[in-house]
Nanobody, 124 residues
Framework: VQLQASGGGLVQAGGSLRLSCAAS????????MGWFRQAPGKEREFVAV????????DYADSVKGRFTISRDNAKNTVYLQMNSLKPEDTAVYYC??????????????????WGKGTLVTVSS
């Protein structure tokens, strides 16, 4: 599976962005998909995950109620709708895929597939 994230950019606080992650490979629908983010000087952290069939989702407490993750297996794409953005959401956002995504990682080796990041900058 190869992952390509897009949709990042500069937005004012309170604004919205939608990230997309397009996957190649016929096994996309077998994997849980998720988003992680990494701010300058910080560890990469879990943001959201959606199960292989879209039936369940989970979010970091910091984004609950503001972010929504979804997937379209027919298009091999996962989305992250981000509303009410805050300056502390500024980070490089990475999409990820694995049979089961951990919420806490000690290194990027903990997850099988990563996309290249897309930068989200939220100005105050």
């Amino acid at each position: 599976v190869q992952l390509q994230a897009s949709g990042g950019g500069l937005v004012q606080a309170g604004g919205s962005l939608r990230l997309s992650c397009a996957a190649s490979g016929r096994t996309f629908s077998y994997y849980d998909m998720g988003w992680f983010r990494q701010a300058p000087g910080k560890e990469r952290e879990f943001v959201a995950v959606v199960s292989w069939n879209g039936g369940s989702t989970d979010y970091a407490d910091s984004v609950k109620g503001r972010f929504t993750i979804s997937r379209d297996n027919a298009k091999n794409t996962v989305y992250l709708q981000m509303n009410s953005l805050k300056p502390e959401d500024t980070a490089v956002y990475y999409c990820a895929a694995d049979r089961s995504l951990p919420r806490v990682i000690r290194s990027t080796n903990d997850i099988r597939y990563w996309g290249k990041g897309t930068l989200v900058t939220v100005s105050s």
